[in-house]
């Protein structure tokens, strides 16, 4: 008798289901670029990189529209194939995320056959579009690492974007930023007396949250804004260039000449980044969210702490409304968010629980949300509808978990009672 | 430093924890606590962390009386306590863990942990521990997680050490390394408490012992002057004997058999790996080896809760590989589970209600589509009576009767039926002395009548006890088998095979691969 059965001997049942879902799908994907995707052999792709004003200017970029969609569709098969036949264990995702970058890129390809873009303008519009994202991804963080669940992210996020019109209409923008934020710490303060006090259920305590602002601000706005339109017009805050750096071709448009959100959405990513992972109260807020009765042996307020983060996160959220009014148009309508915060916190758990992770996760949305803009003007064939689900069926495939497994931390849901 | 406590007493509603205890723990020292799950040792013991705070009674630190509130005060007072259940973020390193709560720091509130490191190391070598200070908790065998809860309160400048249960998830060589630390600990000056309820652990390494039963002190002194059947007395109330009777077996014909068995779990790791094993009619088998070692899989996969990966399960003659549970179930395959709070019963459910969890659908308590309670009752009371389920009522919420009576409970379920295997896992944890005896008699008397019985636990003396052959689990294999007929096992040989070392050097045993015949 055999004293050890290696994997490979005992395994003919075994299926690297997660490798072959995925190598399916690349293949299948490799079709649909092979043989949908189709464009004349002299047809040319053009995106344009340096805008007429800039300093220095750089050459445009130009495709071979369907020898590129070719090459595209061979590298789509073989990362499918491979994945197929030998399973790719930790290289799954990997081999996913390079397959859907390439046929996001053929799929530009062909939709830019014999015009032009501006790649410029559409990274840029990429990362404004990631800035609520990647905020509300920010709030789901801070709140999950201490073991807090917040599906009212949404709501925060349009209460938000409400108290900013207001305010920032009557007082200023900035006072707006100050108000929105105010806001929605005052209702991360109820949800953590809801879910941390009295021990409702954090998806329930969420989802009243939402439902609450979300008549709130509706009927505010249908009632009171439609007569004094003043309340509702405020002046959004414009961007400005960071001198030299925003000069810098295709980097410094996306990055350097932005306005506050953008930079106030990366500062925070880099504060949050260093001090979870870097500092002694962000260890022991992690410590909270995977084991509060540990951390409640050595000395930490497990209450205090997941009331600090759940109110600071409510803050953030709220920073991150603002964007919708006062970033934008200056002007609140009825449900303005459309489930950004839900797309945030699905960045969250395809960034796991990261905020670096996430910010990537949100420009990712970013990028699917400014494709369907971009393709809408660019009058292709496919109905814009159907580009506009195109970031939430991105969500449905990321949080289904076929990008790998995410470990949420371990006492996520769960009230802390003290025995 | 030395620590007094005076007249700690301690009530939770209608339970009087703790009543009236004087206890001294001296530097230097190693105390014995000893009680059985349920006198009363966890809750002075978090008394005396500051977990809880005593209704009555004071704690004297060096002969002047301290007040405790919370966890943080006892640690600024220099008491450390290692719980039974590890405090360890398993996420985190082993010097994250140490630190955690007392994070050397510098900057703005930057965490230093490069100094952590070198203080972690420092204590590390001082008491021999070998821990490695960066590896991730979860990735830990549970020995070397237990250093780390010891190096935690060391971290901390603990003076008095609190281990509450320590050996409990310990291999026999694993609790020597253990024993070895704690008398380094000694020597270095530390006041130690030892909480168990082994007896042969207070003879070893204790220097004074104090018994609690039921919430009382009923006996001190030193250990020199104690025999093992005199603790036992002492804790039980009644004089105890360890052994059950257990008669010569007489082994009939095959009723389990395992094949060349395999289990992967979701994440393609081995959970079980070409487990051959056999059980016949008229005799115990037990499983031992250190908990997670694919005890649980086994008995998921013969119980049909898992589908096994290769291999073929054999019962009685037939394949019952693909059977599902009910099948196996009404074919005759009795499952105690391991933990009867999450699968064992349902706590909410009145006792009658959870007698006939298991036969609701059997046409003995249906009529048509209800169920004829006036029949599940009268069955449950009857079962309760002859299991001797100490409850006023079968109408009372099962979750209100003692660990002993619901695992009582739960064993005539499973018995009562017209039973061919009974798979036990775990069968006394959590249990009183009494019910203990009571389980064992049950078990052997259903071996008497013919029937095959499984054993799987992590208690060596249940096993050594109980078994007519034993087969030690490592690592998902059988790592040993063993023939046990008339007490006849090596003790250390099956603690060697547990933690692994034993590969190919058992006397009188064949290899994992002897497939199905008695060694």
Redesign the interface.
Same mark, same amino acid.
Request: aromatic share 6%; net charge positive; proline share 4%.
């Given at each position: 008798?055999?004293?050890?059965?290696s994997?490979q001997e005992?395994?003919?049942?075994?299926i690297?289901w997660r490798a072959s879902v995925s190598g399916g799908v690349l293949i299948a994907l490799a079709l649909v670029v092979a043989f949908l995707l189709d464009t004349p052999w002299d047809s040319v792709s053009t995106f344009r990189i340096s805008r007429p004003r800039d300093v220095w200017a750089v050459g445009n970029l130009t495709v071979p529209s369907q020898w590129f969609n070719v090459a595209a569709s061979v590298l789509l098969a073989f990362l499918g194939t491979r994945l197929f036949l030998k399973g790719g264990g930790r290289w799954t995702a990997v081999a996913l995320g390079i397959g859907l970058v390439v046929l996001a890129m053929a799929f530009l390809v062909w939709a830019t056959a014999g015009k032009a873009i501006s790649l410029t303008g559409m990274l840029q519009a990429t990362v404004v579009r990631a800035v609520p994202i990647a905020l509300a991804a920010l709030g789901g963080i801070l709140c999950e690492r201490v073991g807090v669940i917040n599906i009212a992210i949404e709501g925060m996020l349009l209460a938000g974007a409400f108290a900013g019109a207001m305010f920032g209409s009557l007082m200023g923008g900035w006072a707006g930023i100050i108000c929105a934020m105010i806001t929605g710490g005052v209702f991360g303060l109820l949800l953590a007396a809801l879910v941390i006090t009295y021990r409702v259920d954090q998806i329930i305590a969420g989802v009243v949250i939402n439902l609450f602002v979300l008549g709130l601000t509706s009927y505010v706005s249908s009632q009171v804004f439609a007569e004094y339109r003043w309340l509702n017009k405020a002046s959004p805050f414009r961007s400005f260039k960071i001198p030299v750096l925003g000069d810098i071709p295709l980097i410094g448009p996306v990055l350097f000449n932005q306005n506050l959100f953008v930079y106030g959405a990366l500062i925070l990513v880099t504060l949050s980044t260093y001090y979870l992972f870097?500092?002694?109260?962000?260890?022991?807020a992690?410590?909270v969210g995977?084991?509060p009765?540990?951390?409640?042996?050595?000395?930490?307020d497990v209450i205090k702490t997941r009331y600090a983060h759940v109110i600071v996160a409510g803050m953030v959220a709220g920073f991150g409304g603002a964007w919708f009014t006062l970033g934008s148009v200056g002007r609140f309508d009825e449900n303005m968010t459309f489930g950004r915060g839900f797309i945030g916190l699905a960045a969250m758990i395809f960034g796991r629980w990261h905020p670096l992770g996430a910010l990537a996760a949100a420009l990712i949305f970013g990028f699917a949300d400014s494709l369907q803009q971009k393709l809408s003007i660019l009058n292709t064939p496919i109905p814009s509808e159907f580009l506009s689900m195109a970031p939430y069926i991105a969500t449905i495939v990321v949080v289904a978990g076929l990008v790998g497994q995410a470990?949420p931390p371990?006492a996520i849901g769960k009230p802390y009672v003290k025995? | 430093m030395d620590i007094e406590l005076r007249g700690i007493s301690k009530r939770f509603g209608p339970v009087q924890a703790n009543q009236d205890i004087n206890l001294e723990i001296r530097a230097g020292e190693v105390l014995g606590l000893l009680g059985e799950n349920g006198a009363g040792k966890s809750t002075l013991m978090n008394i005396l962390?500051g $977990?809880?705070s005593a209704d009555t009674g004071e704690i004297l630190i060096d002969g002047s009386p301290a007040i405790f509130t919370?966890?943080?005060d006892s640690?600024a007072n220099g008491i450390g306590?290692v719980?039974q259940h590890f405090?360890?973020?398993?996420?985190?390193s082993v010097v994250?863990n140490v630190i955690?709560?007392?994070?050397p720091?510098s900057g703005?509130?930057? $965490?230093d942990l490069e100094a952590a490191r070198a203080q972690v190391q420092e204590i590390n070598t001082r008491y021999g521990m070998e821990v490695p200070t960066d590896a991730l908790i979860e990735d830990l065998p549970v020995g070397i997680q237990q250093r780390v809860e010891i190096l935690?309160v060391l971290f901390r400048s603990a003076d008095v050490l609190i281990l509450d249960e320590p050996t409990a998830v310990l291999t026999p060589q694993e609790v020597e390394e253990f024993f070895t630390i704690v008398r380094a600990l000694r020597d270095a000056g530390k006041g130690i408490v030892f909480i168990t309820h082994k007896l042969h652990e207070i003879l070893e390494i204790a220097d004074r012992v104090s018994v609690l039963r039921q919430g009382q002190i009923v006996g001190q002194g030193d250990p020199a002057s104690f025999s093992e059947a005199d603790l036992a007395e002492m804790m039980v109330g009644r004089p105890v004997s360890f052994s059950v009777g257990r008669a010569e077996s007489t082994s009939g014909d095959t009723v389990l058999e395992l094949a060349?068995v395999?289990l992967?779990d979701a994440a393609?790791d081995?959970r079980l790996?070409?487990i051959?094993l056999s059980v016949h009619g008229g005799e115990v088998v037990g499983i031992a080896g250190v908990q997670g070692n694919g005890q649980t899989e086994l008995v998921e996969a013969i119980t049909g809760l898992s589908a096994v990966?290769?291999g073929e399960i054999g019962f009685a003659g037939q394949d019952i590989t693909r059977a599902s549970v009910r099948q196996r179930h009404r074919m005759g395959v009795a499952h105690i589970p391991e933990d009867r709070h999450k699968s064992g019963m349902v706590g909410n459910f009145t006792v009658a209600e959870n007698m006939v969890l298991n036969s609701y659908y059997d046409e003995s308590v249906t009529s048509g589509v209800q169920i004829d309670w006036r029949r599940v009752h009268a069955r449950a009371a009857a079962a309760c009576l002859s299991y001797d389920v100490r409850t006023p009522s079968v109408f009372l919420g099962a979750g209100s009767l003692s660990g002993g009576n619901q695992q009582k409970m739960v064993v005539a379920r499973e018995l009562e039926r017209d039973v061919r295997l009974i798979v036990a896992s775990q069968p006394t944890r959590g249990v009183d002395v009494g019910s203990i005896e009571y389980i064992h008699r049950q078990l052997i008397a259903c071996r008497d009548r013919g029937n095959a019985v499984l054993i799987i636990s992590s208690e060596l003396d249940e096993i050594l006890d109980l078994s007519d052959r034993i087969y030690v689990m490592f690592e998902g294999?059988i790592a040993a088998t063993f023939d046990n007929r008339g007490g006849g096992a090596d003790r250390n040989a099956i603690g060697l095979a547990m933690a692994g070392v034993s590969q190919g050097t058992n006397p009188g045993a064949g290899r994992?691969?002897?497939?199905g015949s008695a060694a």
């Open positions: 008798m055999g004293d050890a059965v994997r005992a395994g003919p049942r075994l690297d870097h500092t002694r109260h962000g260890l022991r992690r410590a995977e084991h009765r540990a951390a409640d042996t050595l000395g930490i470990r371990a025995e | 962390s $977990l809880y919370g966890p943080g640690i306590m719980h405090m360890l973020v398993p996420v985190f994250e955690l709560g007392v994070e720091t703005v509130d930057y $965490l935690k060349g395999s992967f393609q081995a790996v070409d051959n990966t290769t294999r994992s691969g002897n497939r």
